[in-house]
Antibody, heavy 123, light 108 residues
């Protein structure tokens, strides 16, 4: 079964770039969209966006131009970059696989999720 | 964005109780709704998708219903392992996908 594991710095300075990786094991990285979701006490669960192996992506408009996601088939990894971070970006970040009916890449739920990684934005 | 509102925000119940959690969408989402269970320090786990389809491996004590803008998650015969926070998520539109704020179920 597919398992996901997030990794990356736990502390990022304000105005810098947050970079996280999600290692995918136990399944193909090329047949699903992969989403990033974060959870903070103030904003609950927030979907950040998703990416496909081709590079096709959908980002949450709330993040404007700060977010970039990509997939590496050679490394079996999904990456997240979030620029110009502030304290409001402090959260637990999760990666998750988009799941849905065969061929449906719009109406998707999330299963499974990685265990999450806490990122604190502070100087 | 489609806003998801869950009620109540928390409830206290006893082992063996039947509890019903509600999730309302700000516009019709058909049956494009999922429910997740989250325990402290852990990632959310999928319970139900498409409003009423039980995820493989999930106890049949969980059931979901609803369509349009109003949905419910029912837990029958509440067990100690069920005390957690439950979230709904709409996947009618990925611009963007959105979650409810959660309902925490704790022990009375």
């Amino acid at each position: 079964q597919v398992q996901l594991q997030e990794s990356g710095p736990g502390l990022v300075k304000p105005s810098e770039t947050l970079s996280l990786m999600c290692a995918v094991s136990g399944g193909s990285i090329s047949t699903s969209y992969w989403s990033w979701i974060r959870q903070s006490p103030g904003k609950g669960l927030e979907w950040l966006g998703r990416v496909y192996i081709s590079g096709t992506h959908d980002y949450n408009p709330a993040l404007k131009d700060r977010v970039t996601m990509s997939v590496s088939m050679s490394k079996n990894e999904v990456s997240l970059r979030l620029t110009s971070v502030t304290a409001a970006d402090t959260a637990v970040y999760y990666c998750a696989r988009d799941s849905g009916d065969y061929g449906d890449f719009v109406n998707n739920w999330f299963d499974p999720w990685g265990q999450g990684t806490l990122v604190i934005v502070s100087s | 964005d489609i806003q998801m509102t869950q009620s109540p925000s928390s409830l206290s119940a006893s082992v063996g109780d039947r509890v019903t959690l509600t999730c309302r969408a700000s516009q019709s989402i058909g049956t494009w709704l999922a429910w997740y269970q989250q325990k402290p320090g852990k990632a959310p786990v999928l319970l139900i998708y498409k409003a009423s389809t039980l995820q493989s491996g999930v106890s049949s004590r969980f059931s979901g219903s609803g369509s349009g803008t109003e949905f419910t998650l029912t837990i029958n015969n509440l067990q100690p392992d069920d005390f957690a926070t439950y979230y709904c998520q709409q996947f009618s539109s990925y611009s963007p996908y959105t979650f409810g704020q959660g309902t925490k179920v704790d022990i009375k």
